[in-house]
Every structure is written in C-alpha cells, then in structure tokens.
C-alpha cells in the first residue's frame, strides 16, 4: 500500500520540499516530470497547483496533500485537516487575502464599493464575504497580475500578501482583511478512515511539525567546573531548563540546551567569560514536543 501524497507546485513549492528534507525526507524534482521521486517506498508524490489541491483529494484521486486554507475554503472542499503548518512561500508564516484599493481612490470602506467591479483569484470566497458586508459588486475572475488592474481594469481587488510590499509598490493601499490563510496538510476523509493512511499521515505530521518547531533553534552543549556552573547557567536565557549531566571527572559537567539561533552570538562570549569550556553550537532538524 502507497499513500498518494500531493505536493503544492508554484510558490510553495520549494518551501514544502525544504520542510520534507528537515523532516527526513528526500523529494527530488524533475523539469519534466510532475511526479517527484521520494526516498520512502510507502509514498507516491505529484505536483499539483495549490488553488486544485484540495479538489482533486475531496475526490480521492490523492490521499493528502499541501495547500492552502484559502483554496480550501474557496473550493468548499469536504476533507480532513490534518496538520496547520505555518509556513509560506517567503517566511514562515500566515498570509493574508486583502481588499486593497489605489491610493488616489476615494474608497475607504467595503461599503464604499457597492456596485463596483473587483478583480481576483479568489472569486467564491470574496463573493461569501461581500455578501456578509450586505455589498454587491462584480467579481471578475483574475488570472494574475491582479495589483496593476486598479483603476483602469477594476475599482478595487481581494489579493494575497505576506508583507504588504507588492501592494505597496503599485501604490494600493488595503482597506480590509477578507481571510487569513496558511498551509494545511489535509486529507481525503475515506484515506483518513484508512488505519494504515491515517498513521502514516499521523507520522509524517509529527516529523514535519518536529521540522517547523526546530526552525530558527541550535543546539549548544558546553563543558564546565562544578564551581562555575551557576555563572554559566546565569548567561543562559531566562525559562530555560538545560540538561546538565555528569563528565567522568566528577569536578566537571556537561551542559546541553537549545536556544534561538539569532541570540547564540551573544551568549558563547559570555559562556566562555563564565567559565564554559568545548563549547559546541550544533544545527537541529527536529524538535519533537
């Protein structure tokens, strides 16, 4: 038995295929091929747009696979979410789909935009939220390069960002939040039934969220006298519980914590000034809670 797993092509792409190599997993590409090869026998990968995803495992032609909140919604897809993975194709985080108008324009407010036409990818959903605003407008289908169309093409239009600087560039500004989104591992509700799919799906999302928890974490062990460990564990960030064990020379210890990369460079100096010695900082793949 295989699990047919999708996997998102486009912007995710790269960001999913990293998450897999921290988790254990190799998934190699091919420029003409949409079926990646995967070093693990009980999995068959495909490459599949985000916006489909959630379509084609509601329908049991996948088992699983990566993509949005947002398509999920915007398809109404009847499936499993398995795992909430916040990570995106620039950082790892959520996104947002906004209601953004040009700067010049005298539009302020989503009531503003009552019979005027918007343009976007995501059609259903901004529809579902217009209506729940008692606004009615044209939704026009976008299909892509959605920021330069105000004014000429469309009054206002619903677009994804993750910072704001896209709509900035084209001097829109944002007048609404209409949905927040993130990847989502999500399932076919008759594969999720399945003993043998549901725990390798219950194993993969425990590797893959080990993988998004150590992201941005080190590993740092030290040696140190018994007599100057307390200076030593006084330099360590406060809330923190290392693991200190015992060398073969009883008057010697050993120190191990995990810590966040970006604060390392301060603290080994200080380490070293309260005593630490062979001190070692060390990369994580995964931290499994």
Not at 112 to 127: H, M, P
Not at 150 to 168: F, K, M, Y
């Amino acid at each position: 038995m295989k699990l047919k797993l999708g996997i998102p092509k486009g912007s995710l792409e790269s960001a999913t295929i990293d998450l897999f190599r921290r988790a254990g997993f190799s998934i190699t590409l091919s420029s003409r091929s949409y079926f990646p090869s995967v070093d693990d026998p009980e999995m068959e990968c495909m490459l599949i747009r985000a916006q489909e995803m959630a379509r084609y495992v509601e329908d049991g032609v996948l088992d699983a696979g990566f993509t949005g909140r947002d398509w999920v919604e915007e398809n109404e897809a009847r499936v499993e979410t398995v795992a909430d993975l916040i990570y995106a194709k620039q950082s790892f985080g959520k996104v947002r789909w906004v209601l953004a108008t040009p700067e010049a324009s005298p539009y302020q407010r989503v009531e503003d935009l009552q019979g005027k036409v918007i343009a976007t990818e995501l059609v259903c959903t901004t529809r579902r939220y217009l209506a729940s605003k008692g606004v009615q407008a044209k939704v026009e289908f976008s299909w892509g390069a959605t920021e330069v169309k105000p004014p000429e093409l469309a009054d206002a239009i619903v677009e994804v960002t993750e910072t704001g600087s896209s709509l900035r560039a084209n001097k829109l500004r944002i007048l609404e939040t209409v949905l927040e989104s993130n990847t989502q591992l999500i399932a076919n509700l008759h594969s999720w039934s399945d003993d043998w799919k549901r725990r390798k799906l219950e194993d993969i999302k425990v590797l893959l969220e080990g993988a998004m928890t150590a992201l941005g974490k080190v590993g740092l062990m030290l040696n140190v006298r018994r007599e100057d460990l307390s200076a030593v564990l006084s330099v360590l960030p406060a809330l923190k519980n290392p693991t200190v064990s015992q060398l073969s020379d009883d008057a010697w210890v050993a120190v191990n914590t995990i810590l966040e990369e970006i604060t390392v460079r301060n603290i080994i100096p200080r380490l070293k000034e309260a005593g630490a010695q062979g001190i070692v900082e060390y990369p994580l793949n995964k931290i499994v809670m």
